[in-house]
């Protein structure tokens, strides 16, 4: 039962692919790549605003942190 569902799905979930492919006139693996590459590029990128985010939250806590004394340095 299990395999009869993969078989379903890999098989509608390709001809999407396939037919983009086809309406574009380029190979269906190029537009699966295509699909993979933004997915990666997608999450990267908020990857990439999470860790600016903490690095600027980390800054603004060593500019602003109250001292109790000169002699705390």
Do not use: C, P, Q
């Amino acid at each position: 039962m299990i395999r009869n569902i993969l078989h379903f799905f890999e098989k509608n979930g390709f001809f999407v692919a396939s037919r983009l492919a086809d309406r574009l006139g380029m190979k269906a693996t190029n537009v699966r790549l295509f699909f993979i590459y933004i997915s990666f590029i997608t999450a990267g990128l908020w990857f990439g605003v999470y860790l600016t985010l903490a690095f600027w939250l980390k800054l603004k806590d060593m500019i602003y942190t109250k001292r109790s004394s000169v002699f705390d340095l």
